[in-house]
């Protein structure tokens, strides 16, 4: 079976959608709650609701997609409510939130509403988003991340991951675990977009925001992504679990994911352009693999990449 267990709640499947695709309003994340996910992430969700960027933001490409959306979502209290309701109708199921404040002060606020909420599933940190003019992606300044999530577990309690950007140097995949390792994280998912590339069509960018500059998703990301989840499996404490997140298309590449140490993948690119039937193709693929090569579970090939 394809079954897994992140922060210690169990999953039927280890396949979900990645954070932005497919997760807006309740409408959206009915139709994940239906197919044959594992389960969903919300949209990050940030304190006030946000229109985002101007249109053209997402452009799908035949090797992936760009997108510079500017965080549009329907606010803290939206996702927050939604997540209650499913407590009383599927009481048995954990759901992951996706959250980010536009200044340190917001994320706290959010992270103490959640921690005072009835909300028992497992809080996703987004410290990645490449979108918001002005705004770095917070996860490339480890100062910055250490004392905000210094400051997090000092009244945080709940299951709580963060979602990176890709680093691209092996001394930043040290320096970055090093801190990482200071905290009780329940996990990290690995990756988020390669921020701010250029897509171009007939001479002009395809997305109106930054000039056209804009997060890149899909099979250009895969072998990113793999090298991130790899790197942090090889340096995280166990106790930190890690999300496998880009270049995701087959169940091969979510094999691939897995061998490289993640519990948990996240389809974005290929959500977008395919809908949900993208996880019953995706996990029959996997199942086949796994019957092929004689693995019952997951944790029998989990990190068990070899090298020459
Ligand atoms: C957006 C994009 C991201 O990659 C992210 O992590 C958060 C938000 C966005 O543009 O909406």
Do not use: W
């Not at 770095?136 to 009244?155: C, G, H």
């Not at 693929?285 to 090298?307: A, D, H, Q, T, V």
Request: contains cysteine.
């Amino acid at each position: 079976s394809t079954k897994t267990k992140i922060a210690n709640f169990e999953f039927d499947n280890c396949i979900m959608n990645a954070a932005g695709v497919l997760c807006y309003d309740k409408d959206e994340l009915a139709k994940i709650l239906n197919s044959a996910a594992g389960t969903f992430v919300t949209k990050t969700a940030t304190l006030e609701p946000r229109e985002g960027n101007p249109e053209p933001r997402y452009h799908d490409t035949r090797l992936g997609s760009i997108n510079s959306m500017g965080l549009p979502n329907l606010g803290f209290d939206y996702y927050l409510d939604y997540l209650l309701e499913l407590k009383k109708t599927h009481p048995k199921r954990t759901f992951f939130f996706s959250l980010v404040g536009m200044s340190q002060n917001d994320t706290h606020t959010l992270l103490r509403k959640v921690q005072e909420s009835n909300f028992d599933g497992i809080t996703e940190l987004n410290l990645s988003c490449p979108n918001v003019p002005g705004k770095p992606q917070i996860a490339y300044d480890l100062e910055t991340t250490e004392k905000l999530l210094t400051d997090i577990f000092s009244y945080f309690k709940k299951p709580l991951g963060i979602k990176l950007p890709p680093y691209f140097d092996l001394v930043h995949f040290d320096q970055a675990a090093a801190v990482f390792n200071k905290f009780p994280l329940s996990f990290v998912n690995c990756v988020n977009s390669i921020g701010n590339g250029i897509i171009i069509e007939d001479e002009k960018v395809v997305i109106k925001p930054k000039n056209g500059f804009g997060g890149i998703g899909g099979e250009y990301v895969k072998p990113t992504a793999l090298a991130n989840v790899h790197a942090f499996y090889q340096r995280l404490k166990p106790s930190i679990q890690i999300i496998g997140t880009g270049g995701i298309l087959s169940g091969r590449d979510a094999f691939e994911h897995i061998l490289c140490g993640a519990s948990m993948v996240q389809i974005g690119t290929t959500l977008h352009k395919e809908g949900v039937s993208a996880f019953s193709r995706i996990t029959s693929e996997l199942k086949e693999i796994m019957e092929k090569k004689g693995y019952k579970s997951i944790e029998e090939f989990k990190g068990k990449l070899k090298y020459l």
